[in-house]
């Protein structure tokens, strides 16, 4: 078996610390997220006054339930900025030290790559599933001025998102299960 010249093992040592390295290209990434968020609750307390101002001045139930929604939504998609910022780091970028903290989310509990992907498939379902509820909840008035194709696409988009999710789960299942496995298939 040839040795490697040391000029050689020395390249290839500083190629794999650049390679590496690299993954911190994507901590900005994870800071403009939280910077969006910060910018994206001045949409939730517009949101906010939006619904006082509704039920102060005596709006329809209706009206008052889909401003509730949208702030629901709104606070399901920065759960997922959450996840994607925390997770994404801790799992591509540098492990965050929050193992004896009081506070750590229960969710970062055997994070990793597979269980994130599930987790976000799962939270876009649950934020389709709101947007689709506003769908429902205005539906006459939606009916009248777009007709009824527009809520049979959110529902098609719904179930893809919601066939997604399971989709992933069996297959982040199904990966964990061979990699338990013994060699001869036992656990």
Sequence with gaps: ?????????W???????????????QAPLYGGLIVGAVLYLVTFFNELVHL???????????KVMLTLLSLVDIS?????????????????????DVEMHEDKP???EGLDAGMLKIKL?????????????????????IS?????????????????????ALLLSVTEKTIHSYAHQGPEGEH
Aim: net charge neutral; proline share 0%.
């Design 1 to 9: 078996m040839a040795r490697k010249s040391k000029a050689f093992s």
């Design 11 to 25: 390249f290839e040592n500083t190629f794999e610390g650049i390679i590496f390295w690299s993954r911190w290209v």
């Design 76 to 96: 399901m998609v920065m759960n997922l900025v959450v996840m994607v910022s925390i997770g994404g780091y801790s799992i591509f970028t540098s492990k965050i």
């Design 121 to 141: 498939a799962t939270s876009l379902a649950s934020i389709s599933g709101v947007q689709l509820l506003k769908k429902f909840v205005d539906y006459r008035e």
């Design 144 to 164: 009248l001025v777009e007709g009824n194709e527009g809520i049979y696409v959110e529902i098609v988009i719904h179930m893809v998102f919601i066939l997604s």
């Design 52 to 62: 006082f101002h509704q039920v102060i001045g005596g709006e329809t139930e209706t």
């Design 106 to 108: 229960l969710w970062l």
